[in-house]
Nanobody, 127 residues
Framework: QVQLVESGGGLVQAGGSLRLSCAAS????????MAWFRQASGKEREFVAY????????YYADSVKGQFTVSRDNAKNTVYLQMNSLKPEDTAVYYC????????????????????WGQGTQVTVSS
């Protein structure tokens, strides 16, 4: 099983940017379908974005479309989430997750479809 560690979170003012990183170890990341989820205090974990194993396809939640960009560098075993024009409602703990490379389309936005998770990184956006 792959181990994941997120980094790059922090406190930023509204309108600012952050880039989150998710570094993998234990297995080659190119074997995995990768996603980002977030969980705000008192709320359920929600899908943010995913990227296919070779990086050819990406998909975003409507709430972040045009604002966030997911990418991956399989040579560095790392996935990224570039977050621009941040809003207070983006405040949450952000998690990266790894799933099977052949993950069915209807399962890709569901947290229970992913077999490995990082510990999360806190993103706080002040108004």
């Amino acid at each position: 099983q792959v181990q994941l560690v997120e980094s790059g979170g922090g406190l930023v003012q509204a309108g600012g940017s952050l880039r989150l990183s998710c570094a993998a170890s234990g297995r080659t990341l190119s074997s995995y379908f990768m996603a980002w989820f977030r969980q705000a205090s008192g709320k359920e974990r929600e899908f943010v974005a995913y990227i296919t194993s070779r990086g050819g396809n990406t998909y975003y939640a409507d709430s972040v479309k045009g604002q966030f960009t997911v990418s991956r560098d399989n040579a560095k075993n790392t996935v990224y989430l570039q977050m621009n024009s941040l809003k207070p409602e983006d405040t949450a703990v952000y998690y990266c997750a790894a799933g099977r490379s052949d993950l069915a389309v209807f399962r890709r936005t569901l947290p229970n479809s992913y077999e490995s998770w990082g510990q999360g990184t806190q993103v706080t956006v002040s108004s």
